[in-house]
């Protein structure tokens, strides 16, 4: 009797685990958004960020944490071309990024200065707008969607020009899609005063009763012309904050000012992520229309031995299962962090 007892408690044990199996929907895809960016103190502790978008078969989002991620370093090549595979790191922090939920009033400001004529010369932009338009057209066609850009000039002067005012993008987004057209690429680039404007206009324009107020800014360089208002970093950060505003920030290229656009994406609640190429644009701007419904994860790594000299080009590769069996449902997306893309940045 005790052994029929015991064949019985097994065969409804291996059933229950079967069936946890099955209920527990595998990782369907994994993308690491943007650029991994170091930290300022790189050089001290070996710190990096990923943004990781992860979905499962139901395409929700799979909430990561240290027993479901692994970040894997394949190599790291030098300033002298040496190349390395001899690098470990651990995962220290996770943060997920979270939005209300809603429709939102989006302002797209675009950097319309002078060097975006090199970052971007075939204006790749332009498709990386559309594609986020098209994706929130069929997903939250209620949105009220605004695009704007900013240059200085010597014969013209638009701190914050409007290409396309706020409209619902689900029947508008031809609209939107056409004044991309209008952007530019002349000048100065007057960037915090820019922000403090689409701050302003966000709260002129958009209830937030009705509205997730959302600031997108794509730029490729600092500030260096916000002589309207003379401002900062922080009066853009007084700003959003008394207007209720979340900053998603898009570094662009080497030149970025990485530190400023960190922290105001950070002390908003909104997400801070880097382009290192123009052809990077198109799925950074699909995949940060998806992470606006909370499922983009901030991933803080650590390098535990060695780090990377300056100049270095580190290539590794995100894994991210869910399930019982890891092995049958691992999923991994792969990156590259261009050490050398943060000159002049790491000691801020």
């Known amino acids: 009797m005790k052994r029929v007892l015991y064949f019985m408690s097994l065969i409804f044990l291996l059933f229950a685990v ?41 395409s929700n989002p799979v909430e990561l944490n ?40 989006l302002a797209m400001l675009f950097d319309g200065s002078g060097s975006m004529s090199s970052s971007d010369p075939y204006w790749l932009r332009k498709d990386a707008a559309t594609k986020m338009i098209d994706y929130l057209a ?15 000039g010597y014969d013209t002067a638009y701190y914050f020009r409007v290409l ?7 029947t508008n987004k031809t609209l939107l899609i056409t004044a991309l057209d209008s952007l530019s690429n002349s000048g100065a680039t007057p960037l915090y005063d820019a922000m403090v404007l689409g701050c302003r206009k966000l709260e002129r324009d958009i209830d937030d009763s009705d509205y997730n107020r959302v600031l997108m800014t794509l730029t490729d360089g600092g500030d260096n012309d ?36 960190l922290m105001l994406a950070d002390s908003t609640g909104g997400i801070f992520v880097k382009a290192q190429e123009a052809t990077d644009l198109e799925d950074l701007f699909y995949q940060l229309g998806v992470g606006t419904k909370g499922t983009i994860q901030k ?21 991210i299962y ?27």
Not at 138 to 152: E, K, L, Q, T, Y
Not at 241 to 253: E, R
Request: glycine share 6%.
């Open 18 to 58: 079967g069936c946890s199996l099955f209920a527990i929907k595998p990782v369907k895809d994994v993308k690491v958004v943007g650029t991994p960016y170091v930290l300022s103190t790189f050089y001290e502790d070996g710190k990096f960020v990923l943004n990781i978008l992860a979905l499962d078969a139901d």
């Open 66 to 105: 240290s027993s479901n991620v692994k970040i894997i370093i394949d190599s790291v090549v030098d300033y002298y071309g040496t190349k390395t595979t001899e690098y470990s790191v651990k995962v220290t922090d996770f943060e997920k990024i979270t939005f209300k939920d809603g429709d939102m009033g």
């Open 138 to 152: 069929n997903d939250r066609p209620n949105s009220m969607v605004g695009i704007f850009d900013f240059a200085v």
């Open 164 to 170: 396309q005012d706020f409209v619902q993008v689900g």
């Open 226 to 261: 916000s002589y309207y208002l003379n401002s900062t970093a922080q009066s853009v950060l007084t700003e959003a904050k008394a207007k209720n505003v979340t900053l998603i920030n898009i570094a662009f290229g080497d030149y970025a000012y990485t530190p400023d656009l």
């Open 299 to 319: 991933v803080t790594a650590q390098f535990t031995d060695t780090i990377p000299s300056y100049y270095s080009v580190v290539y590794g590769r995100v894994e």
């Open 322 to 348: 869910k399930g019982v069996l890891p092995t049958l449902n691992a999923v991994s997306a792969t990156f590259i962090m261009n050490i050398s893309s943060y000159k002049g940045k790491l000691e801020d």
